[in-house]
């Protein structure tokens, strides 16, 4: 039996950023706070924890805090986030994925201009929330087919269109077309980060090749999230799991390729336990 791993799983640019810049902080003594958990992977989170790095979970507790070096999620935020530390004298450190900051810069110069923000992605995700936040003027979140057929706009009305960063990108092209129909001026920026394209692209190969396919990553991850299901798509027996823990496989001696992604939260030591489990019991 063979394993077959995917060659972009596990951090992308902007999370490994992230991770690193809040284990740099660390090392400076003072009391850290990341606003939301860092990334969405729980054995990263409880690691930070144990270091001493609090999570703020709410607006409530971030406008309390007097003290201390807060730091921005990968995610992003919105706009007035910012303006609450800066009032507050609180010391931040901005770790947004830069690919998350220019969805920001779009979103914030198009709505100025008076277009109609649309954002399409997971309604409640918080880089979702973050790009929203940029918006001049009430932004729409889109993530269903249904959604868009149902919207109308005037044809004097303008639209942008801007996309998480690690949507779906056929869905976000079916979506596109179905605004490009029925709007008269749309402006389209293509924002699902080149990685998330690579990544979607490869599991869905390698799941097509697969007698077995396993998605390592956080529950609460989205990109994993979507993995799964383009793996699903191509291989029934595939299974989403967040450690090695989860894994409960018992193989027929019939499985030939066992293929292996993760979502981008997710830390390589997790995937290669992984790996290498399925390599010496199977």
């Known amino acids: 039996m063979n394993v077959?791993?995917?060659?972009?799983?596990?951090?992308?640019?902007?999370?490994?950023?992230?991770?690193?810049?809040?284990?740099?902080?660390?090392?400076?003594?003072?009391?850290?706070?990341?606003?939301?958990?860092?990334?969405?992977?729980?054995?990263?989170v409880k690691d930070l924890q144990n270091k001493g790095v609090e999570v703020i979970n709410s607006e409530e507790e971030l406008r309390e805090l007097k003290d201390g070096v807060v730091i921005i999620r990968s995610h992003g935020v919105?706009?007035?986030?910012?303006?609450?530390?800066?009032?507050?004298?609180?010391?931040?450190v901005d770790a947004t994925c830069p690919f998350v900051k220019r969805i920001h810069k779009i979103v914030e110069k198009e709505s100025k201009e008076g277009r109609q923000i649309i954002i399409i992605g997971n309604e409640g995700?918080?880089?979702?929330?973050?790009?929203?936040?940029?918006?001049?003027?009430?932004?729409?979140?889109?993530?269903?087919?249904?959604?868009?057929?149902?919207?109308?706009?005037?044809?004097?009305?303008?639209v942008s269109i801007v996309s998480q960063t690690t949507f779906n990108y056929k869905n976000f092209q079916e979506l596109v077309e179905i605004f490009q129909k029925n709007c008269y001026?749309?402006?389209v920026a293509n924002t699902i980060?080149?990685?998330?394209?690579?990544?979607?692209?490869?599991?869905?190969?390698?799941?097509?090749?697969?007698d077995v396919m396993i998605v390592v990553g956080g529950a609460h991850s989205s990109n994993t999230r979507k993995l799964y299901e383009i793996c699903l798509k191509e291989?029934?027996?595939?299974?989403?799991?967040?450690?090695?823990?989860?894994?409960?496989?018992?193989l027929?001696?019939?499985v030939e390729l066992v293929g292996i992604t993760a979502g981008a939260s997710t830390p390589n030591n997790i995937i290669e336990e992984v790996q290498n489990y399925v390599r010496i019991n199977f």
């Not at 060659?7 to 400076?28: D, H, L, N, P, S």
């Not at 269903?144 to 004097?156: C, G, I, N, P, Y």
Request: proline share 4%.
């Open 185 to 187: 001026d749309v402006n």
């Open 4 to 44: 077959k791993l995917a060659k972009t799983a596990g951090f992308c640019f902007g999370v490994k950023r992230a991770v690193e810049t809040v284990y740099e902080q660390i090392e400076t003594g003072k009391k850290i706070y990341t606003y939301g958990p860092i990334i969405h992977n729980e054995e990263v």
């Open 193 to 210: 980060c080149n990685a998330t394209q690579e990544r979607q692209d490869e599991a869905a190969i390698i799941a097509a090749e697969a």
């Open 125 to 158: 995700h918080p880089e979702v929330e973050g790009i929203r936040g940029w918006s001049e003027t009430p932004a729409i979140v889109v993530e269903t087919r249904e959604q868009a057929e149902k919207m109308v706009f005037s044809e004097a009305k303008k």
């Open 252 to 254: 027929p001696k019939s």
């Open 235 to 250: 291989c029934e027996n595939t299974y989403f799991i967040q450690t090695l823990a989860d894994l409960h496989l018992e």
């Open 78 to 92: 919105p706009k007035y986030i910012c303006g609450i530390l800066e009032q507050n004298g609180v010391e931040y």
